[in-house]
């Protein structure tokens, strides 16, 4: 069984930052891939950005330049650095884990950007 335990979301204002992170913990095999989704009220869930294992990261566009995702150093760790963030940006944030067995996600934790 895998798990994935969220943190770090909360309550900014336009032009703040937030610093969410992602611990997978439990049977992980050949990770493919580490990353975070969102779904923005009323609205599909979409990629953010992940990082496969050789670490390449892929992003959305609407977060280019202003999002980074890294790897932690504790293993199967991933942060995203939040920065200059929108309103547009409100939603819940999912981690999501690819690995030689299927995908698992995180529960999730709100991001709300509001002034």
């Known amino acids: 069984q895998v798990r994935l335990v969220e943190s770090g979301g909360g309550l900014v204002q336009p032009g703040g930052s937030l610093r969410l992170s992602c611990a997978a913990a439990?049977?992980?095999?050949?990770?493919?891939?580490m990353g975070w989704y969102r779904q923005p009220p009323e609205k599909e869930r979409e990629l953010v950005a992940f990082?496969?294992?050789?670490?390449?990261?892929n992003y959305a566009e609407s977060v280019k330049g202003r999002f980074t995702l890294s790897r932690g150093s504790a293993r199967n760790t991933v942060h995203l650095q939040m920065n200059s963030l929108k309103p547009e940006d409100t939603a819940v944030y999912y981690c999501?884990?690819?690995?030689?067995?299927?995908?698992?996600w995180g529960q999730g934790t709100q991001v709300t950007v509001s002034s």
């Open positions: 999501k884990v690819d690995d030689l067995k299927g995908t698992y």
């Open positions: 990082i496969t294992t050789d670490g390449r990261t």
């Open positions: 439990g049977n992980i095999f050949n990770m493919y891939t």
